[in-house]
């Protein structure tokens, strides 16, 4: 992941575009080139969909990738274009290595994690399934024993560990929920519990 990109959406042009994460991942994954035939994509990305305005709803894509991504779609279909041009064409991608270079051992750093907890029981025969984690509590404990894993460190020996933020189904979600209507084919919005 060498590249951080952000582009800031027009919320009344991105309404369709911000309906649905499955929209937004399908937008990010058509901002790179296809795999070549029998291989493997060759590119993975992170991305991110923040509000970053003050007083007013701004939504913004952040996205991490290993090269630089072509966005001129997401700004023809949820940007500015006519404020686009060739030298500024309504995103902004920087070198992300500036970024991680800047980061020091013991430096104290706040960020935001949306994560899916899941659970894997382990069978004997084939492959386990992966059972969501639902409640407060389960996604607490699911949590405190994933952090020992690399990349996650543990708080210093004497310590206490920061408290866990509540299960993402007791916090609001920018997608509304939706759910099976009795018509095949349909889905009915319905509002998420606070």
Not at 40 to 69: C, E, K, M, N
Not at 155 to 164: C, K, L, V
Request: net charge positive.
């Amino acid at each position: 992941m060498s590249h951080l990109t952000r582009i800031h959406l027009n919320p009344a042009r991105a309404k369709h575009l911000l309906a649905s994460p499955q929209r937004v991942h399908a937008a990010v994954a058509a901002a790179f080139p296809p795999a070549e035939p029998g291989t493997t994509a060759a590119h993975r990305t992170l991305w991110r969909l923040d509000d970053t305005g003050t007083g007013h709803y701004q939504p913004t894509l952040f996205i991490v990738s290993a090269s630089p991504p072509e966005l001129t779609h997401i700004v023809e279909q949820a940007g500015w274009p006519r404020l686009a041009s060739s030298e500024h064409p309504g995103w902004a991608t920087r070198p992300y290595t500036e970024l991680l270079e800047h980061l020091r051992p013991g430096q104290t750093l706040r960020f935001r994690l949306t994560a899916n907890p899941t659970h894997s029981p382990h069978q004997r025969t084939g492959r386990s399934p992966r059972i969501p984690l639902t409640t407060p509590s389960t996604s607490s404990a699911g949590s405190s024993t994933e952090a020992p894993k690399p990349g996650s460190p543990s708080p210093p020996a004497g310590t206490s560990p920061p408290p866990t933020p509540p299960c993402p189904r007791t916090t609001r979600s920018p997608w509304p929920a939706t759910r099976r209507s009795p018509s095949p084919g349909k889905a009915t919005a319905v509002a998420a519990a606070a």
